[in-house]
């Protein structure tokens, strides 16, 4: 009986520690697992701060480890948690400040021994040129995205933009699992085989908001309490530009970066020009301005006298050319374009150059004939990206399609290489 008994107490120690094993090598298989989202942004300063988000299931904040590259110490960041809309992760956000321009910043998120970097960007540009990644329209299909993706990441931007349309949901509940994609499409190929991760800024288009429409009427508010209904994923997901859903990075004196809203879940015309119009005016001493929106003023395939496109041209452009901008960079059409530059609607060698069209993940669309569409330099009905490079004052402009082939590049002779 007794022999029994030890034998019986013995079998069930051995299952305890089978258990707690089995247990233990879980929890540290999900300790180790990678996050299921992770996304660097700018809300501030790209020169000194960085906004890190990883999305996981679990509520409970985590600590991101933070390190300047090569020196061995690291610091912890608490995780601010939001949640994912419509969805059962949650973002885990830290924004660090205080960051030194121009660095390398090892991260690890939580327990993950898995180490990624970012690069803060330079204090100056006059002898050491950035490079720009730009494009719209990014998800039809996210093998499309994916493909663009790895080309961009071929060219190592400082940073990417995508100026709307990002993952086709329609600010839809049950389109969440296209959010899904899109940040799977980020996490497999806008993180670089040695750990670094490219930035990513984003603009509104019009899959972002209801039904892809705008709401406009004297009936509708734009506040931020409407605008977070409109388009849920946008304004729930991302640090920048958050509220109002139009915005500007400085980045030092050297160059801004203004994002604007083409009547989605802002009007053209109201607080946003006027807004548009001051922050222009405070930039007088800045070296270089882009822009972008995401209906385009010059279109290479949609109609020319189009509502939006017009709102665009009256209420922007004269703006735009008055602050002596070069580039503007519009998408929506599905299509790669660069225009003459324009200035007062005709094409004039000191006006702005328009550059589209939202190509870089969805099916292309048949273009405008350029012999015969009098602003359109060049339109081809192809998936692209187009890579900006910045040095001091000059620029020139790469675009590039989604199998690696350089498809068009401004200026003809460009002061940078
Ligand atoms: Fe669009």
């Given at each position: 009986?007794?022999?029994?008994?030890?034998?019986?107490?013995?079998?069930?120690?051995?299952?305890?520690?089978?258990?707690?094993?089995?247990?233990?090598?879980?929890?540290?298989?999900?300790?180790?697992?990678?996050?299921t989202?992770?996304?660097?942004?700018?809300?501030?300063?790209?020169?000194?701060?960085?906004?890190?988000?990883?999305?996981?299931?679990?509520?409970?904040?985590?600590?991101l480890?933070?390190?300047?590259?090569?020196?061995?110490?690291?610091?912890?960041?608490?995780?601010?948690?939001h949640?994912?809309?419509?969805?059962?992760?949650?973002?885990?956000?830290?924004?660090?400040?205080?960051?030194?321009?121009?660095?390398?910043?090892?991260?690890?998120?939580?327990?993950?021994?898995?180490?990624?970097?970012?690069?803060?960007?330079?204090?100056?540009?006059?002898?050491?040129?950035?490079?720009?990644?730009?494009?719209?329209?990014?998800?039809?299909?996210?093998?499309?995205?994916?493909?663009?993706?790895?080309?961009?990441?071929?060219?190592?931007?400082?940073?990417?933009?995508?100026?709307?349309?990002?993952?086709?949901?329609?600010?839809?509940?049950?389109?969440?699992?296209?959010?899904?994609?899109?940040?799977?499409?980020?996490?497999?190929?806008?993180?670089?085989?040695?750990?670094?991760?490219?930035?990513?800024?984003?603009?509104?288009g019009?899959?972002?908001?209801?039904?892809?429409?705008?709401?406009?009427?004297?009936?509708?508010?734009?506040?931020?309490?409407?605008r977070?209904?409109?388009?849920?994923?946008y304004?729930?997901l991302?640090?920048?530009?958050?509220?109002?859903?139009?915005?500007?990075?400085?980045?030092?004196?050297?160059?801004?970066?203004?994002?604007?809203?083409?009547?989605?879940?802002?009007?053209?015309?109201?607080?946003?020009?006027?807004w548009?119009?001051?922050?222009?005016?405070?930039?007088?001493?800045?070296?270089?301005i882009?822009?972008?929106?995401?209906?385009?003023?010059?279109?290479?395939?949609?109609?020319?006298?189009?509502?939006?496109?017009?709102?665009?041209?009256?209420?922007?452009?004269?703006?735009?050319?008055?602050?002596?901008?070069?580039?503007?960079?519009?998408?929506?059409?599905?299509?790669?374009?660069?225009?003459?530059?324009?200035?007062?609607?005709?094409?004039?060698?000191?006006?702005?150059?328009?550059?589209?069209?939202?190509?870089?993940?969805?099916?292309?669309?048949?273009?405008?004939?350029?012999?015969?569409?009098?602003?359109?330099?060049?339109?081809?009905?192809?998936?692209?990206?187009?890579?900006?490079?910045?040095?001091?004052?000059?620029?020139?402009?790469?675009?590039?399609?989604?199998?690696?082939?350089?498809?068009?590049?401004?200026?003809?002779?460009?002061?940078?290489?």
């Amino acid at each position: 009986m007794k022999n029994n008994q030890s034998d019986i107490s013995q079998r069930a120690n051995y299952f305890i520690l089978v258990f707690f094993l089995a247990a233990f090598t879980v929890s540290s298989a999900l300790a180790q697992q990678d996050p299921t989202g992770i996304f660097l942004t700018w809300k501030e300063d790209p020169l000194t701060t960085m906004v890190v988000d990883w999305h996981l299931e679990a509520s409970t904040a985590e600590v991101l480890h933070v390190s300047e590259k090569g020196s061995g110490t690291w610091a912890p960041h608490t995780s601010h948690v939001h949640p994912f809309p419509h969805s059962e992760r949650y973002i885990h956000r830290v924004a660090l400040s205080g960051l030194k321009p121009g660095t390398s910043y090892s991260i690890k998120f939580g327990k993950r021994d898995k180490v990624y970097y970012f690069n803060t960007m330079p204090a100056d540009i006059s002898k050491e040129a950035i490079r720009i990644a730009i494009g719209g329209d990014s998800m039809h299909d996210q093998a499309f995205m994916e493909k663009t993706n790895s080309q961009v990441a071929k060219y190592d931007p400082h940073f990417a933009v995508i100026g709307g349309d990002l993952a086709y949901a329609n600010g839809d509940p049950k389109n969440v699992k296209r959010w899904y994609q899109w940040f799977d499409a980020v996490k497999n190929t806008l993180i670089r085989e040695d750990g670094r991760i490219i930035p990513l800024v984003l603009g509104i288009g019009n899959h972002e908001v209801r039904k892809g429409v705008f709401e406009e009427g004297e009936e509708i508010v734009y506040n931020d309490e409407n605008r977070a209904k409109m388009a849920p994923f946008y304004y729930g997901l991302f640090a920048f530009p958050g509220q109002p859903g139009y915005g500007v990075l400085d980045f030092g004196k050297y160059f801004s970066f203004f994002l604007l809203d083409s009547d989605h879940s802002n009007p053209i015309i109201g607080p946003q020009t006027d807004w548009f119009k001051r922050e222009l005016a405070v930039r007088d001493d800045v070296t270089q301005i882009i822009t972008m929106h995401h209906v385009p003023a010059y279109p290479s395939v949609r109609d020319f006298n189009g509502t939006t496109q017009a709102r665009v041209r009256e209420h922007w452009l004269p703006l735009i050319e008055k602050a002596g901008v070069k580039l503007v960079f519009e998408n929506h059409d599905h299509a790669y374009k660069r225009t003459f530059p324009i200035k007062n609607n005709q094409v004039d060698k000191d006006g702005v150059v328009y550059i589209g069209d939202g190509s870089w993940g969805t099916t292309p669309r048949e273009v405008h004939d350029p012999a015969t569409t009098w602003y359109l330099d060049k339109a081809i009905s192809v998936r692209a990206f187009t890579l900006v490079t910045l040095q001091g004052s000059a620029y020139n402009i790469l675009s590039i399609d989604e199998d690696g082939n350089v498809i068009d590049s401004y200026p003809p002779n460009p002061l940078i290489k």
